[in-house]
């Protein structure tokens, strides 16, 4: 039988923690969940056993000790953070956090992962062996830096190297808006300047996600769902959910070069009229619409647990195709 866990969710006001939750409270978990904001501002704050506001990430000391200060008063055994400004804190800080598994990939990882100039570079690698007719590919990328101005072709995306969410992404149509993206783009949070600041064609298409699940042995499944309605932040709405054995190899293969442990999101541009997969990033969390995947009948929450309790995930991707929704409703959180 299943040793039950005491688990950490971080951010449960993010898009994926209702998923989260709710699979590992079926699966018998104790939740504890943290947010910067109060418990009664979040529709989880109900949900889970114990609830703790914490300080931002970028708080440095002050996060850590509450972290730190939680998983001894709740004895947590496992740590799992859904957001990347969190991820980035704490990948280099695993020893501070034991005995909690902080259920991410490894550390190198997760460092390259995190760098999308870095993770394109070593994706082209990996997809011109496994995809030699180009049918997924990278993006041609250059940063700001090294960027040819008088041969700048419109439209074109500038973006943070260390990005997320698309916080300064920027589409730039015409040479009048290219100082204000620029200058908009560096004071992006976690952004930097010209050098870290990637520049690309703009690809017209439908935006697809891949939620991916590998584990120590080397099994993986993927699920892509393609994104018709999305949020300014980049979480979809809207979707349909699909098989494509192609881009599920490319992106098992990709998870199996990075050594990817648990569960990722890939996304990648859908080129319009080409069918040419052209990859953005990947993820190394829960993609906001993972419960799109669970719903469609993949459980990518229970099969991540699985990874960091050192068993084998289910390799049955029966996922049902089709269109889903996601659907809002009103929650009271406190008379």
Not at 146 to 155: H, K, Q, S
Not at 177 to 185: D, Y
Not at 266 to 276: T, V
Request: aromatic fraction near 6%; include cysteine; hydrophobic fraction near 35%.
């Amino acid at each position: 039988m299943r040793e039950k866990h005491t688990i950490l969710v971080t951010a449960i006001g993010s898009f994926s923690a209702g998923a989260v939750i709710r699979k590992c409270r079926e699966n018998g978990d104790k939740i504890i969940g943290t947010d910067i904001y109060p418990k009664e501002w979040l529709a989880e704050g109900n949900e889970v056993d114990r609830f703790y506001q914490i300080p931002r990430s970028d708080a440095g000391e002050d996060y850590m000790k509450a972290l730190e200060n939680i998983i001894k008063t709740e004895n947590v055994t496992h740590l799992i953070p859904l957001t990347d400004a969190e991820i980035d804190v704490l990948n280099g800080k695993r020893e501070a956090l034991a005995p909690a598994v902080l259920c991410i990939s490894p550390e190198k990882a997760v460092s390259v992962l995190r760098n999308k100039k870095k993770c394109a570079s070593a994706v082209k690698k990996v997809l011109a062996e496994c995809c030699p007719d180009g049918s997924v590919r990278t993006i041609p990328s250059k940063t700001l830096k090294n960027l040819d101005f008088d041969t700048i072709a419109y439209p074109l995306v500038i973006k943070p190297v260390n990005g997320r969410s698309s916080e300064g992404l920027h589409i730039v149509r015409n040479e009048d808006q290219l100082g204000f993206a620029i200058a908009e783009a560096e004071n992006a949070e976690g952004a930097g300047k010209s050098e870290e600041l990637l520049v690309q064609p703009m690809i017209k298409g439908h935006v697809v996600t891949v939620d991916l699940v590998r584990d120590s042995r080397g099994n993986c499944v993927a699920v892509p769902r393609e994104e018709l309605l999305r949020t300014l932040n980049g979480a979809g709405t809207s979707v349909r959910i699909y098989r494509d054995p192609v881009l599920e190899e490319a992106c098992g293969k990709i998870a199996e070069y990075f050594g990817i442990l648990g569960c990722v999101n890939m996304e990648f541009i859908h080129g319009e009229g080409s069918g040419i997969y052209y990859f953005l990033e990947c993820n190394p969390r829960f993609s906001g619409g993972t419960a799109f995947t669970c719903e469609a009948g993949y459980d990518t929450v229970s099969n991540h647990m699985k990874v960091f309790e050192n068993a084998e995930i289910s390799t049955d991707n029966g996922v049902s195709e089709g269109y889903l929704v996601k659907k809002y409703v009103e929650v009271k959180t406190k008379e």
